[in-house]
């Protein structure tokens, strides 16, 4: 137990510290006139740590790939869609976010430590070109807005 508290911070300053590199591609990537956007999917994960909130254009209408990375703390996840980013791929909360909540819960979910999960939303289906998202807690991870794979369910 005493390697993993030592190891922990470790882990933590790693993904801080690509986190600034991850999120200038993604920001770089992610600003496109929707019109222009091919149907592949946005599967790039993206660093978060802390309490953030982040947009990133959704391809298609797949899950939110969310992933935990932290040994010991959880994660507060609130999951919306919006109609558009600004350059740095963060938008206003205040403008153009959409809670689908009605058909899965999306807001005030929690991620336990370690834990790798897709969140269920209707993003897409609704007519928003953007998975926007806000973390809050101390933990840090990976999310991308079109999930890759099959994982459990967050929001059954």
């Known amino acids: 137990m005493k390697i993993l ?3 922990a911070p470790l882990l933590t300053a790693v993904l801080i510290a690509t986190s600034a590199v991850s999120a200038t591609v993604a ?3 992610e600003t496109q006139d929707p019109g222009q956007w091919s149907s592949a999917p946005n599967t790039t994960d993206v660093v978060w740590s802390g309490t953030v909130d982040w947009s990133r ?9 969310v992933k935990n990375a932290s040994l010991y703390n959880s ?6 869609g ?12 205040s403008h153009n976010i959409y809670d689908y909540s009605q058909y899965h819960q999306t807001v005030g979910l929690t991620l336990p430590a370690t834990y790798e999960r897709e969140i269920y939303q209707f993003i897409r289906e609704n ?3 953007y998975a926007h998202i806000y ?10 807005p ?3 794979g099959s994982y459990d369910v967050l929001n059954p």
């Open 5 to 7: 508290h030592k190891i």
């Open 27 to 29: 920001s770089a990537t």
């Open 57 to 65: 254009r959704k391809n298609n209408n797949t899950s939110v790939y």
């Open 75 to 80: 994660a507060t996840i609130s999951v919306y």
């Open 82 to 93: 919006a109609n558009y980013s600004n350059p740095s791929g963060n938008i206003s909360v």
């Open 127 to 129: 007519g928003c070109y």
């Open 135 to 144: 973390f809050s807690g101390q933990a840090s991870g990976r999310w991308s």
């Open 146 to 148: 079109d999930c890759a």
